[in-house]
């Protein structure tokens, strides 16, 4: 994924922190909604039993239901402020976009057949086999550099060689026309 990619689909998911945070405020705010009197009967006994006036069940219940919801709201607030959620959740849904195309897919290893399990074992033993013959290629280009360097050598060589003998030849047949000279004269 290329940085202006990434950047134009982190813009475009910027949006879905703000959503959860206002998702979880409303069921936040439903937690408590189902609170009633009777669930305070039992406490409503005992204060009756103490106290010779009746428990205000419905002022408590609306305290208690207000405090408990402005807690764990202050809770969640707290939690999405020093977490970072807001970004977090845009990179998830960046990434779930990103790998959308593997959805669905069988990663169950165990389903896989032996040739695909051992292929990583299989292209690391073809790595070392090439890096192996790569080795042994520049090994013999080595040797094949040292052959070459002695054989333009040896070549000079018997190119002298071969030089020095047709120079000497001349000077035996000029030496040999020289003393037939001599023997006829």
């Given amino acids: ?66 405090l408990m919801t402005k807690v764990v709201l202050e809770m969640n607030r707290c939690f999405f402020a020093s977490n970072d959620v807001e970004n977090k959740l845009t990179t998830l849904e960046m990434l779930k976009e990103h790998f959308a195309p593997y959805e669905g897919k069988d990663w169950n290893i165990n389903a896989a057949s032996p040739k695909h399990l051992t292929r990583p074992l299989r292209m690391r033993h073809l790595d070392f086999s ?15 550099e040292i052959a070459i360097s002695k054989s333009n050598e040896n070549r000079q060589r018997l190119q002298k060689l071969q030089d020095e003998r047709v120079k000497l030849k001349a000077k035996i047949e000029h030496q040999l026309l020289q003393y037939q000279k001599f023997e006829f004269n």
């Fill in 1 to 66: 994924m290329l940085a202006s990619d990434a950047e134009a689909a982190f813009k475009r998911h910027q949006g879905i922190g703000s959503q959860v945070k206002q998702a979880y405020e409303e069921a936040i705010g439903q937690i408590f909604a189902d609170l009633n009197c009777s669930d305070l009967d039992a406490c409503k006994a005992i204060y009756r039993s103490d106290n010779e006036s009746d428990l205000d069940t419905e002022n408590l219940l609306n305290r208690t239901r207000n």
């Fill in 130 to 144: 090439l890096s192996f013959m790569d080795q042994q290629l520049e090994s013999q280009e080595k040797q094949l």
